[in-house]
């Protein structure tokens, strides 16, 4: 069982950073490639980013890409999403998820554990 806990959330201007914190219970976080996805009221939720299980591979949406930098600290059983040169398209509730693989996915549905979400709002 892995609990994953989201924070870094907030409410920051467009053009603006925020850097986003997903730390996991467990011993075994360096077992489960990490995912970041994101959903928008009334939308689907979609893919962010993901990184391996050593974190030597990662991808992105190609809506954030050059943006975002989604990286890991297996010692401190965190991923983190550092978001730069916000748009207020960039709006949504955060999530980071587990996926027991060594690499990550662009399908939510492949991921077995998830965090509860944190609020991002980007202001124009």
């Known amino acids: 069982q892995v609990q994953l806990v989201e924070s870094g959330g907030g409410l920051v201007q467009a053009g603006g950073s925020l850097r986003l914190s997903c730390a996991a219970s467990g011993r075994t976080f360096s077992s489960y490639a990490m995912g970041w996805f994101r959903q928008a009221p009334g939308k689907e939720r979609e893919f962010v980013a993901a990184i391996s299980y050593s974190g030597g591979s990662t991808f992105y949406a190609d809506s954030v890409k050059g943006r975002f930098a989604i990286s890991r600290d297996n010692a401190k059983n965190t991923v983190y999403l550092q978001m730069n040169s916000l748009k207020p398209e960039d709006t949504a509730v955060y999530y980071c998820?587990?996926?027991?693989?060594?690499?990550?996915?662009?399908?939510?549905?492949?991921?077995?554990?998830w965090g509860q979400g944190t609020q991002v709002t980007v202001s124009s």
């Open positions: 998820a587990a996926r027991r693989h060594y690499s990550g996915s662009y399908y939510y549905t492949v991921y077995d554990y």
